[in-house]
């Protein structure tokens, strides 16, 4: 059997060849990253007291609380009218809330869409700009505002919940808007189309069924959110939970709470099929 | 089967479509009249119109909040960092507890399918179903006001997202490197960290980013309900009245968003 | 009179990159069928788009009808765009709409934004349709989704739908690239036949020399912006062709 070459003398040459995992500069960067961002959470967990020490003994506690508190959860309280009418108000809140947000964000996400934007100068900017105000402002945030504003009850909950799926559904939208095909738009403002028809003609058949998945899904976060803005006045079901926590009901609490969580789960449920009808009917 | 020897006329063609478009716009006018009665029974019957006042009113009060309270500033320092490191650790404590969630949750990794996939399911739809508010309301009253509330429900509500995806990345792995690896010899775990690793973890990390974006919107107002932060300045602010001092904590949210963003933005182009 | 003139036309796509067309002139009589030929990047398809300004040119003249394109305003561009016909080389029809909807499409510039959304019509819009899809051969189509139709359909459908604006001037971007080489020639004869009785000048961007010398009786050729050739069909001889292409080494 002929003999196997070493690899050195593969080449014949005598150069000396030299490999590293570690690799100057970029190697100490990222490892300084790296470094920054631990140390970052260790100040932090000192910074904030948190007892590191303390929380298996807390968790012990939680699970003593809701034993003895919160168990077994006051569920003739929710079957009541009064409740059940705060559930239809939840829903109705979410709805109108989402339907009037989607409306609008139909729109910003055209305006906010850069290759479809009417006026890229002036229009397409002030649309991101208030797409990401919407956005970054908690729908909890909005809650609080429009309650000072209008006082309590319903509307500040509905307009809240706009606010919240303008800034949500608008940005999906536009990103939606911005990975469409041009030749169909171009087509139409070839043949001396208006801004409004380049969009009817050029945009919206192409973006028709993503944007009713995005506004299921839209609808679906906006009921989450609108269970607990009651919590600070907009009526709903979250008001019964402030009220109960306030007055230390922890059984009616605890049966508020499940129904919540029952209820978003089914409305996630339902959400999923639908969006799946939908991206399968395309 | 023929029904129809002779083409369509004009006037068919015509009758077709003005019927069409008749059904269409009866169709929405039902649906404007279901949302036109929804409105009013909620909104217009349910608010109070009076105390509202006219629409001038109603500008005077938003009128309060144009401002900025250069006042609060300083004492603001210290929740805007409170709340910037409760979204930083909530995250990456999210990211730790979502680690079991993962494996169960992703069909191509779960130990025992019919229990443990389940499960991992069950744990994920149950922490996006609940919003934050509830959770910090759960953990408030486990372990005591403060920040380590907000931490620990910013990781409860991060979990259902995070392991969702990261189980849907490790579902959609390619399966050739596993091959390879396989065929000249490795073990689960040599197969684990050189093949299915290098695929997953840049996934995760953009998944990571992108919810950690999300916490920090979410741990300003975790405050509200005692969870620390922001949360509980915005609330004092609003109790005592003082309208621009609450659109000087706003401006501050707003800030930590967009450091949130910068950060995010670089962090992804370094990624690639 | 020519029906579009153009004058040393040049265009760039940014303030400092290299210039696309090199000051290029030639005219577009009433009864021509003129192509346009050149290697890729020779400037054609930009040459065709600055004429109707989906690509702004940077200097030069424009005239169509005696219109000068370059000085009008936004509003009254779209007027005008209303008056020249486009085929595209990937058809662009509105994939998700019915095929009558998107020849009725190419009435958008003249009928109101309003009514347009909701897709009224009037009827001599509609009997124009029906008798523009019987001239293609679409009459058995037309409520068929636009992209369930083969490609040679396709771009009938977008022959149709320019001739249903009514245009002076019919521009195609290599309206049979996409196309095999039969259904290329049927589509080719098509558009000269229709627009020979409905009187209406074709500028076509090709990059078939075989179709150009077919179906065209006048040609320009482009090579690298610059126009290289400008005469009739049958001046094109084999010289004139290697000068145009400059025989790209491999």
């Known amino acids: 059997m002929p003999e196997k070459p070493q690899i050195s003398t593969l080449q014949g040459d005598n150069v000396h060849r030299e490999w590293s995992r570690f690799k100057y500069p970029q190697s100490l960067i990222n490892y300084g990253i790296l470094l920054a961002i631990l140390l970052f959470f260790a100040y932090s967990v000192h910074y904030l007291n948190i007892p590191l020490e303390r929380i298996l003994g807390m968790f012990g506690r939680l699970g003593d609380v809701l034993a003895n508190r919160y168990y077994p959860p006051d569920l003739v309280y929710i079957v009541d009218k009064g409740y059940l009418g705060a559930i239809i108000e939840t829903i109705q809140m979410a709805y109108l809330g989402a339907l009037f947000g989607l409306l609008m964000a139909i729109f910003l996400g055209w305006f906010a869409a850069y290759n479809v934007s009417p006026s890229r100068r002036y229009i397409y900017p002030v649309a991101r700009l208030v797409a990401m105000g919407c956005r970054s402002v908690h729908e909890m945030i909005w809650a609080i505002l429009f309650v000072t504003i209008l006082g309590f009850g319903l509307l500040p909950g509905v307009l809240a919940l706009t606010m919240f799926s303008i800034g949500f559904a608008g940005k999906l939208f536009a990103e939606e808007v911005e990975s469409i095909d041009m030749g169909e738009v171009e087509a139409i403002r070839a043949m001396g189309g208006t801004h409004l028809q380049i969009f009817v003609f050029g945009v919206f058949p192409q973006v028709r069924v993503a944007f009713t998945g995005i506004a299921i899904y839209t609808w679906d976060v906006a009921f989450r959110a609108a269970t607990v803005v009651g919590f600070v006045g907009a009526g709903g079901m979250g008001w019964y939970l402030k009220r109960n926590i306030m007055q230390i009901e922890t059984e009616r609490t605890a049966a508020i709470l499940l129904s919540i969580i029952v209820l978003v789960v089914i409305s996630e449920f339902v959400s999923a099929w639908a969006r799946s009808r939908v991206s399968r009917a395309k | 089967m023929q029904d129809q020897t002779s083409p369509l006329t004009l006037d068919d063609i015509v009758r077709l479509r003005r019927k069409k478009q008749r059904t269409h716009f009866g169709f929405y006018l039902i649906l404007i009249g279901l949302v036109l009665w929804s409105v009013q029974a909620t909104v217009i019957d349910d608010t109070d119109w009076e105390r509202i006042g006219s629409l001038t009113d109603v500008g005077e009060s938003v009128a309060h909040f144009i401002g900025i309270d250069f006042g609060l500033i300083p004492s603001l320092l210290g929740p805007t960092i409170e709340t910037f490191m409760i979204a930083c650790i909530g995250t990456l404590l999210g990211l730790v507890i979502c680690i079991p969630a993962i494996w169960f949750g992703a069909l191509n990794v779960t130990p025992y399918k019919p229990v443990t996939y389940p499960i991992a399911r069950i744990a994920m739809t149950l922490s996006r179903s609940i919003h934050e508010i509830v959770w910090a309301l759960i953990f408030v009253s486990a372990v005591g006001l403060g920040a380590f509330a907000g931490i620990l429900a910013i990781a409860a509500r991060s979990l259902g997202f995070i392991a969702k995806m990261s189980a849907e990345a490790i579902e959609n792995i390619d399966h050739k490197p596993v091959e390879a690896i396989r065929a000249m010899g490795g073990n689960n775990l040599q197969v684990m960290l050189y093949a299915i690793l290098p695929q997953v973890l840049p996934v995760i990390l953009g998944i990571v980013i992108f919810e950690w974006e999300i916490n920090i919107r979410r741990s300003s107002v975790l405050g509200l309900v005692g969870a620390g932060g922001l949360g509980l300045v915005f609330f004092r602010q609003m109790n005592t009245f003082n309208y621009p001092g609450v659109t000087t904590v706003i401006l501050a949210i707003l800030g930590l968003i967009l450091i949130g963003e910068v950060v995010s933005h670089y962090a992804r182009k370094a990624m690639i | ?250």
């Open chain 3, 1 to 250: 009179m020519a029906i579009l003139e153009v004058e040393n036309l040049r265009s760039k796509y940014s303030a400092s990159g290299p210039e696309i067309l090199k000051g290029i002139s030639f005219e577009v009589e009433e009864n021509d069928f003129f192509a346009i030929i050149g290697p890729s990047g020779a400037g054609k398809s930009t040459l065709i788009r600055c004429i109707n300004r989906l690509i702004e040119p940077t200097s030069g003249d424009i005239r169509l009808d005696g219109t000068d394109m370059l000085s009008l305003n936004a509003k009254s561009l779209r007027r005008m765009r209303r008056h020249i016909g486009m085929i595209f080389q990937e058809f662009n029809l509105i994939n998700r709409m019915s095929v009558m909807d998107n020849v009725l499409s190419g009435r958008l510039g003249y009928v109101g934004s309003l009514r347009s959304i909701f897709r009224v019509f009037s009827n001599s819009d509609i009997q124009r349709a029906l008798e523009l899809l019987e001239r293609v051969g679409l009459q058995d189509h037309i409520d068929k989704r636009a992209d369930q139709l083969s490609g040679g359909q396709r771009q009938r459908v977008g022959i149709a739908r320019a001739l249903m604006q009514e245009p002076n001037l019919l521009l195609l971007d290599e309206p049979t690239s996409a196309l095999d080489p039969k259904i290329s020639r049927e589509v080719m004869e098509l558009i000269r036949t229709m627009a020979t009785e409905l009187k209406v000048p074709v500028l076509c961007n090709i990059h078939d020399v075989q179709l150009a010398k077919e179906f065209c009786n006048k040609i320009i050729g482009l090579q690298d912006g610059n126009k290289m050739f400008d005469g009739p069909t049958e001046t094109l001889n084999q010289n004139s062709l290697d000068e145009i292409y400059e025989m790209e080494v491999l």
